[in-house]
């Protein structure tokens, strides 16, 4: 069953308040707000640490042509850009 943008946002929040270590506070945030930069302010560490704990979130790879300014210029476009991975990956699966 594919998810919404929505529940893919609220996965990618949880990772944010609970996955990294220093937790982000996700009160102020909003689908529009920006990831990287002046957004959510994650340093080059905390990136990563949440590079990995979406991947371990979705069971996903984010390789290097997936870390573009474009899939993480909001969690908008960070979860439509997920949703798109997963049901590539189910399509994948199913054609197995």
């Known amino acids: ?3 919404t943008v929505e529940e893919i946002q609220t996965r990618i929040q949880k990772v944010l308040s609970e996955g990294l ?3 982000v506070t996700i ?3 909003d689908s ?3 990831i990287i930069e002046k957004g ?3 340093d080059s560490v905390a990136l990563l640490e949440f590079v990995v704990g979406l991947e371990n979130e ?3 790879l984010l390789d290097d042509s997936s870390l573009t300014v ?3 210029s909001s969690f908008h476009a960070l979860a439509k850009f997920i949703q798109a991975k997963l ?3 189910a399509s994948e699966k199913n054609a197995a």
């Open 27 to 29: 009160d102020n945030i």
């Open 87 to 89: 049901n590539l990956q």
């Open 58 to 60: 979705f069971g996903i």
């Open 1 to 3: 069953m594919s998810q």
């Open 40 to 42: 959510v302010g994650l």
């Open 32 to 34: 529009e707000t920006a």
């Open 70 to 72: 474009d899939n993480f």
């Open 21 to 23: 270590s220093n937790p």
